[in-house]
């Protein structure tokens, strides 16, 4: 299997249960922010995004926290799933000049039947 | 979101010699980046390609070790020189769509002996 994940902090939750990922980001100029999943074997995938005008997003089973005031996001799965099973990164954009993603260290998810 | 796929998927070279990643995408889009994700490790920006301009490395990559071409707005190569075990890593590209979104390929899985 691949190596991603291996060594970054992991969460495990059993099936059914609601998942709640953390990210602290570094740059409080950043305006916008994604999470993406990472399976073993595939390219990020993207999930989610909020922009720093807004504190809150919804999509899919997915809900994406901002809290600017301490420079912190989290990624909420409710009724996780064993296919939710992947690494999960929080990327920050960092405005001005031109585009460009500083990503976290990434979270393990392990959902257990 | 734009279809990315990158060749060749994995490859094992020896050190020393130098492994050409293409990136092909089905629309045209402005801005592509390179990225490097080491064993166990969130994913690094190498570069933004974007076409007809030469290349934006970030700090600690250089166009010596990492060139790369970005000849329309479709397709961009990224080349590992004078490989080392040390430039084992998955090697994604990403294009940016809408503002800041950024979707990525499958990833080259590089194996340097």
């Known amino acids: 299997g691949e190596s991603v994940g291996l060594h970054l902090p992991t969460l495990s939750v059993q099936e059914g249960d609601n998942s709640i990922i953390n990210c602290a980001y570094s740059?409080?100029?950043?305006?916008?922010f994604i999470w993406y999943k990472q399976e073993s074997g595939k390219g990020p995938q993207f999930i989610i995004d909020?922009?720093?005008?807004?504190d809150k997003r919804q999509g899919q089973r997915v809900t994406v926290l901002l809290n600017k005031t301490v420079k912190h996001l989290s990624l909420q799965i409710a009724a996780t799933q064993p296919g939710d099973s992947a690494v999960y990164f929080c990327?920050?954009?960092?405005?001005?000049?031109?585009?460009?993603?500083?990503f976290g260290a990434g979270t393990r998810l392990a959902v257990h039947p | 979101s734009a279809v990315i796929s990158q060749k060749p998927s994995r490859d094992i070279c020896q050190r020393g010699t130098s492994l050409t990643i293409q990136c092909q995408v089905d629309s045209q889009v402005t801005m592509m980046f390179w990225y490097r994700q080491q064993p166990g490790q969130s994913l690094t920006l190498i570069a933004t390609?974007?076409?007809?301009?030469?290349?934006?490395?970030e700090s600690g990559f250089v166009i010596d070790k990492f060139p790369i071409s970005r000849p329309n707005l479709t397709f961009s190569t990224l080349t590992v020189s004078n490989m080392s075990p040390e430039d084992s890593s998955i090697y994604l590209c990403s294009v940016e769509e809408d503002t800041y979104e950024q979707y990525f390929g499958p990833g080259t899985r590089l194996t340097v002996t």
């Open positions: 390609a974007n076409q007809g301009s030469e290349a934006t490395y």
């Open positions: 990327a920050e954009n960092v405005s001005g000049g031109y585009n460009k993603l500083i």
């Open positions: 740059n409080s100029a950043s305006d916008y």
């Open positions: 909020i922009r720093s005008n807004m």
